[in-house]
């Protein structure tokens, strides 16, 4: 459902927010909380968001499939952020005026170098032919993975290059509670954006793999959908998220018929994440990796020892162990 290559965490949330003076839940840095209202976003509202598909907001890290050199390729998030000197100048303007509306950037001077391959994210918008930042002073982007670059080595884990294909996680075809862990063509990925999440994502709160045998795939953002979701109604999130099996997620993303996206996280409600398991991570899983040797080219990596388990289910996503 998300395509174009715009990054999902900028969706803004489905209720207007407000912003309270205390200790944030999710940044530790961050001395304010940005809270829900009981009022609905004027956005989602008019994008008839009570008859939108919710779907399971993922925590993991944002990625995009498009092409490089010509060919299907697998990018990574990577914000243009602004330098030290233009970071301290944007925080005391925030301070002084208490808020970001009204500071001005030097798009050539303020922000950091970025790799030569660097694209901006879709829906950024431009100065003069110049993406400018957005209000956190962030300059959304993609950049391609380098299977030699240590810093993607988990994008390049659930990649293989030579063949232009993807381990994917995904609801099966028969039963959208039941899921698969699947080889696909990065070109049938194309122009959508996804979530790589696993065992050095994030803290891994779906409990996936182990430090010994790390697993990590790509899931299509929009691609879980949430069955019995509750109405967008305040009180009734805040029960979901605390009383139902299917709200230990991190949080509800709205897909609406004119495109519009809306989220809602458990901390705009003041809950923590994780918080003791996810449901993702529980839900029965099936594997369809049948990757040959010639394939793969002899090597040991992730489609090797997926393929091993080829046509086995486990009851639970985190119980998926690879055979020794």
């Known amino acids: 459902m998300r395509r174009l290559g715009s990054v999902q965490h900028k969706v803004p949330c489905v209720f207007v927010t407000e912003v309270k003076e205390e200790q944030s839940r999710k940044r530790e840095c961050q001395q304010f909380q940005v809270l829900a209202s009981d009022r609905v976003n004027p956005v ?6 009570h008859n939108a598909v919710a779907t399971e907001k993922l925590d993991g890290t944002c990625c995009y499939v498009t092409l490089y050199k010509g060919r299907p390729h697998l990018w990574a998030r990577l914000d ?7 970071e301290k100048r944007f925080k005391k303007y925030q301070h002084v005026h208490r808020s970001c509306k009204g500071f001005s950037w030097n798009l050539e001077e303020d922000f950091k170098s970025v790799p030569e391959q660097w694209i901006p994210a879709h829906r950024v918008k431009h100065d003069n032919g110049r993406p400018i930042p957005d209000q956190l002073g962030h300059i959304p982007g993609w ?5 030699d670059n240590k810093q993607y080595c988990w994008h390049s884990s659930v990649v293989d290059f030579r063949v232009g294909a993807a381990v994917v996680l995904r609801p099966t075809a028969d039963d959208d509670h039941r899921l698969e862990v699947a080889a696909v063509p990065l070109s049938d990925l194309m122009e959508q954006t996804l979530e790589l999440i696993g065992t050095n994502v994030n803290g891994n709160p779906y409990g996936l793999g182990s430090k010994k045998q790390p697993l990590h795939c790509l899931v299509s953002h929009g691609s879980i959908r949430i069955r019995n979701a509750p109405s967008v109604d305040l009180q009734q999130l805040c029960s979901w998220f605390q009383q139902s099996p299917e709200g230990r997620v991190e949080g509800v993303v709205w897909h ?9 996280h458990r901390h705009h409600v003041g809950l923590m994440w994780p918080d003791g398991g996810s449901y993702l991570g529980d839900r029965p899983v099936v594997i369809h990796v049948d990757w040959t040797s010639d394939e793969c ?3 040991k990596n992730l489609f090797t020892s ?3 388990l080829n046509g086995h289910t486990f009851g639970r996503l985190q119980d ?3 055979e020794p």
């Open 306 to 308: 997926l393929s091993a």
């Open 297 to 299: 080219s002899g090597s």
């Open 256 to 264: 609406c018929d004119d495109g519009t996206l809306v989220k809602i």
């Open 80 to 86: 243009r952020k602004p330098n030290k000197q233009a």
């Open 44 to 49: 989602a509202l008019e994008a008839d968001v």
């Open 320 to 322: 998926i162990q690879f």
């Open 143 to 147: 950049v391609p993975v380098d299977k």
